[in-house]
Nanobody
Framework: VQLAESGGGSVQPVGSLRLSCTASCDTLNGHYMAWFRQVPDQERDGIASIFIPGDRVYYADSVKGRFTISQDKDNRMVDLEMNDLKPEDTAMYYC?????????????????????WGQGTQVTVSS
């Protein structure tokens, strides 16, 4: 599975961005899809995860209520809608996929179980 992110860019605080992750396979059914972010010299943090076809969704506390992860109707794309962006949201954002049947919320937001990664897209929030 190859993953490609798009939609990053620069935005002012309290603004919004929408990231998209497109998969090369026919369907993402049965996969956990997640968004991670990383700043230099820090670990990659999981911020949102969804099990396709979408009956399990998890968020990190830092983004809960501001970010929304969703899948498209063809189960080949996963989006991350980011609202009320803050300077501390500035990071490289990565999409990841894991062909794992079940994970806890904690596991789903850790990078370890994910074996497919995109190249990342930069999000910068500044005034």
């Amino acid at each position: 599975v190859q993953l490609a992110e798009s939609g990053g860019g620069s935005v002012q605080p309290v603004g919004s961005l929408r990231l998209s992750c497109t998969a090369s396979c026919d369907t993402l059914n049965g996969h956990y899809m997640a968004w991670f972010r990383q700043v230099p010299d820090q670990e990659r943090d999981g911020i949102a995860s969804i099990f396709i076809p979408g009956d399990r969704v998890y968020y990190a506390d830092s983004v809960k209520g501001r970010f929304t992860i969703s899948q498209d109707k063809d189960n080949r794309m996963v989006d991350l809608e980011m609202n009320d962006l803050k300077p501390e949201d500035t990071a490289m954002y990565y999409c990841a996929a894991a062909a794992v049947p079940i994970m806890t919320a904690k596991q789903a937001l850790r990078p370890g179980p994910y074996n497919y990664w995109g190249q990342g897209t930069q999000v910068t929030v500044s005034s």
